[in-house]
């Protein structure tokens, strides 16, 4: 099992549109969650980090549930410019040396 | 704000050359990564370093070496190049303690001919 899962979509969306990722993590242990993004060609920039009581971010809201391992990013309102990758990535914690866990991203694209 | 920044942003080599990717952070950060990204792959850790002279190796180190004379510099070598190294080569910058996140460079595209 893969240590970061998440649907690689690609979810094609109108804009306006309501569009939501999941993510689930095998690590129990694991100490904070974050969502990235990144555009075609472009390093991942940090969207967001997720807390455990949820958080939002202007259209954005992240969700963790860490009883079943579940991390969640919801879009509304999709603009063209949200058309992107966007990476579900977990810190484990312990001894990993500040190293983070990757999913490998889904695909996102917003069309008119 | 965190600065990462990776010395070129386009490189092409030939097989057999030394490649150096250097990678500088401006905000003391204690961790360092090199990661390459290809398509349908994700991000693959090559080599991480958790403080001056220390280094580590991640999922795929083969090909590679590391150094960090330095704690802002991260530098990662192709000891001889091969065109199954052509990728998209990312370093990344963390504190050590806390839930923060990493701060990428931009990246440099790197061509092996």
């Known amino acids: 099992r893969k240590e970061v899962e998440q649907d690689p979509g690609p979810f094609n969306v109108p804009e306006g549109a309501t569009v939501a990722f999941n993510c689930t993590y095998s690590n129990s242990a694991s100490q904070s969650f974050f969502w990235y993004r990144q555009d075609c060609r472009k390093e991942p920039k940090l969207l967001m980090s997720?807390?455990?009581s949820g958080n939002e971010d202007g259209r954005f809201t992240a969700q963790l549930n860490r009883a079943s391992q579940y991390i969640s990013l919801l879009i509304r309102d999709s603009k063209l410019s949200d058309s992107a990758t966007y990476l579900c990535v977990v810190n484990p914690g312990g001894t990993s040396y500040g190293k983070l866990t990757f999913g490998q991203g889904t695909i996102l694209t917003v069309h008119p | 704000d965190v600065k990462v920044t990776q010395s070129s942003r386009y490189l092409v080599k030939r097989t057999g050359e030394k490649v150096f990717l250097e990678c500088v952070q401006d905000m003391d950060h204690e961790n360092m990564f090199w990661y390459r990204q290809d398509p349908g792959l994700g991000l693959r850790l090559i080599y991480f370093s958790y403080d001056v002279k220390m280094k580590e190796k991640g999922d795929i180190p083969e090909g590679y070496s590391v150094s960090r004379e330095k704690k802002e510099r991260f530098s990662l070598i192709l000891e001889s190049a091969s065109t199954n190294q052509t990728s998209m080569y990312l370093c990344?910058?963390?504190?050590?303690?806390?839930?923060?996140?990493?701060?990428f460079g931009s990246g440099t595209r790197l061509t092996v001919v």
């Open positions: 990344a910058s963390r504190t050590g303690t806390g839930p923060y996140g990493y701060t």
């Open positions: 997720v807390y455990s």
